[in-house]
């Protein structure tokens, strides 16, 4: 049987994820070689795949690798066939809807977003026709030249937010980051998947309980 794998996405979160994981005692050395392999194999015979977020959960879904971490914005918005089996809460951040301070949105805004699903189907449950424009990154901008009325996007610090003059009008759904899980693979293999989750969920107790203290 290949090794248990886990897609683990690149960057930002990865930072937050690797001291937990090394508190949930798996070797996170080979996570920061300083090379461009895209598998990272630990001293245990686990093996890392290192995705963009983005990616992470259909390597899951399709069984390429057996966990995953991922945030819960992908999730919603894409809607996976998968397990969500522990929050690890991290990534803490927020689904909002902003516009530009003091404008007033038209009756059919127009919303420039990463999340098209997630704005549909916020406006439609508001019983609000949106006209929603599909937007790969620095979304705050299309407010402030015109593009859109309102945005719907993640809101970390809010410094984004503020530096262009936009507010928050709506809170969506908080978002934090998850462990995901393939479903056949949660069902095979729980001798080495429910260990691992325990010892995660215990270092993720134990790093809350030091925030909060
Ligand atoms: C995310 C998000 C906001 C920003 C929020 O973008 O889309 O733009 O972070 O963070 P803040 O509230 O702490 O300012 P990201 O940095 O991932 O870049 P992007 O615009 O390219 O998606």
Known sequence: MRPLTVAVPKGRVLDKLSPLLGRAGIDTVPLFADDRKLIRETSAGMRFLLLKPDDVPTYVEYGAADLGVSGRDVLLERRYDLYQPLDLGIGRCRMVVAGLEGARAPAVP???????????????????????????????????????????????????????????????????????????????????IDPLLAALRSAVATSQEQQSG
Do not use: M, W
């Open 110 to 192: 127009r919303v420039g977003t990463k999340y098209p699903r997630v704005a549909t189907e916020h406006f439609a449950s508001r019983g609000v026709h949106a006209e929603v424009i599909f937007l790969q990154s620095s979304v705050e901008l299309a407010p402030l030249v015109g593009l859109a009325d309102l945005i719907v996007d993640i809101v970390e610090t809010g410094g984004t937010l503020r530096d262009n003059g936009l507010v928050i009008r709506e809170e969506i759904c908080p978002i934090s980051s998850v462990v995901i899980a393939n479903r056949a693979a949660f069902k095979l293999r729980r001798g080495e």
